[in-house]
């Protein structure tokens, strides 16, 4: 097989949750077991960290792999879902997994895997613990895909657990309360391996608490020990990369702004001045978890001095390729998408669009299907001009349904049959004071970055 061919076969012909929802979600690990078994359990042979919640694990997952590689560490990483490569899923040290080894693993193992009749990310996940097994990592950072407990990801036995924060996403899998959504993020803890949670939430903390306590596990609320407040921001064009990767970092916004952020360790000055190209507001939440994490990983023989946390913060981009969160694409009109997709990531990303000064707001909107998105709706500013789309995905919402939609709740503007044509037609109709924003989804968002 070429790679092209592979890809055509994990795309069309393993049932893909991203693109055709419900309908590819195996709620067991039967299968990733069994995978995992004929791969001569490949997990087993590295250390790994374990991150998961509603919001927050992919940043938190790739701030944290950016400073194990600062200090020197060979580091996989694993997350979901990609923007434009699939091989975005699978990296050591920031490099893409080779698409030799992803040919070679399906070819190789084929026939074993129509056997076992795989979903697309149970096959993704044994890919992603064989590549690292095979080129021996130091450690890695796994991302759960969805939910927790039932998640391929779960086969793992972690140094350190982490739960990021629980909101409503997925209820139709994970549960339409709080705290049954908060029970499988908690399915990831396992016995006598600490937990740090990233917020202390009212409803939801008890059921984490809980579930350490009766598997004999440490827990550390990240928010209880840590604190982190912006001091400002370094404006026009600043290059926070070295020169000599300058070149390498070229279309990861090398020369962009960046936040000086101040952290607090019980209540006390811990460091000032820290620098971050993340710009989402948000990202303080996932700084202070980080900051728990390290320190959860000295207790166990990793020691991450203050020099190693600030270089790899600093250097996020460059070292992981991580992109789509609060991301500039262009300016003159201020051009700004966002991958937040439910309720508390809408959120969020509303309330830096009301601190970044703009005269008006064109919103290019798009969604997936298969979610109640009356909520999101009532939650956009109805004095923005929207520009309704679908992704170039199965799930994505027809943009005319969401068009319909949206004008219920008093949100008014055109449709367009992609998000290209949505966006070109956006920056068209804006003047240079305007604000742009690309969001809803991140199959929005994957296709202008």
């Given amino acids: ?71 020197g560490m060979k580091v996989g990483l694993y997350t979901s879902p990609h923007l434009k490569d699939f091989r975005e899923r699978i990296r050591i040290n920031g490099n893409m997994i080779p698409k030799k080894y992803v040919t070679r693993f399906i070819s190789d193992h084929k026939a074993e895997f129509e ?61 339409d309360t709080l705290d049954k959504i908060a029970a499988e993020k908690a399915g990831i803890i396992k016995p006598g391996i600490p937990v740090v949670i990233g917020e202390t939430q009212e409803g939801v903390s008890d059921v984490f608490i809980e579930k350490a306590e009766s598997v004999g596990s440490r827990i550390y609320f990240a928010d209880q020990r840590f604190s982190a407040e912006f001091s400002r921001q370094e404006s026009g064009i600043r290059d926070h990369f070295s020169p000599r990767r300058r070149k390498d970092a070229k ?38 978890t980080l900051f728990e994490i390290c320190e959860q990983l000295r207790k ?21 390729g991580f992109a789509g969160r609060w991301q500039i694409l262009s300016r003159k009109p201020l051009t700004i ?33 298969d979610k109640d998105i009356r909520n999101i709706l009532e939650l956009l500013p109805k004095t923005a001009v929207y520009y309704f789309c679908k992704a170039d995905i199965p799930r994505g919402l027809p943009q005319d349904e969401l068009k319909q939609q949206a004008n219920a709740v008093g949100l008014t503007g055109n449709d367009y049959p992609s998000v290209k ?14 604000l742009v924003f690309v969001g809803g989804s991140t199959f929005v968002v994957a296709e202008v970055v």
């Fill in 337 to 369: 998408c966002d991958t937040g997709h439910n309720e508390a990531g809408i959120r969020e990303v509303l309330e830096q669009i009301r601190q970044t000064p703009h005269k008006h707001l064109h919103f290019v909107f798009g969604v997936v299907n």
């Fill in 115 to 175: 056997k076992l009749q795989l979903s697309f990310f149970e096959m993704t996940v044994g890919l992603a613990f064989n590549y690292f097994r095979d080129e021996k990592v130091d450690i890695s950072v796994v991302e759960v895909g969805l939910g927790g407990r039932l998640d391929s990801t779960n086969i793992i036995t972690p140094l350190i657990s982490v739960i990021t924060n629980i909101s409503f996403d997925h209820t139709q899998l994970l549960g």
């Fill in 421 to 434: 044509r949505a966006l070109r037609s956006a920056r068209k109709n804006a003047s240079k004071d305007d």
């Fill in 251 to 288: 279309n990861l916004r090398a020369f962009a702004p960046l936040w000086l952020i101040d952290i607090y360790r019980k209540g006390k000055i811990y460091i000032s001045g820290l620098e971050s190209p993340l710009l989402g507001h948000y990202q303080l939440k996932n700084i202070v």
């Fill in 300 to 320: 166990q023989g990793i020691r991450i001095n203050k020099t190693q946390i600030a270089s790899g913060l600093k250097n996020v981009l460059l070292n992981t």
């Fill in 1 to 71: 097989m070429k790679y092209g061919e592979t890809l055509d076969y994990l795309f069309s012909r393993l049932p893909m949750y991203h693109r055709i929802g419900v309908a590819a979600y195996k709620a067991d690990l039967n299968n990733t077991i069994k995978l995992c078994d004929l791969l001569g359990n490949p997990q087993d042979h590295f250390k790994s960290i374990h991150v998961a919640g509603t919001n927050g694990k992919g940043s938190v997952s790739h701030m944290l792999a950016s400073i194990l590689r600062e200090k």
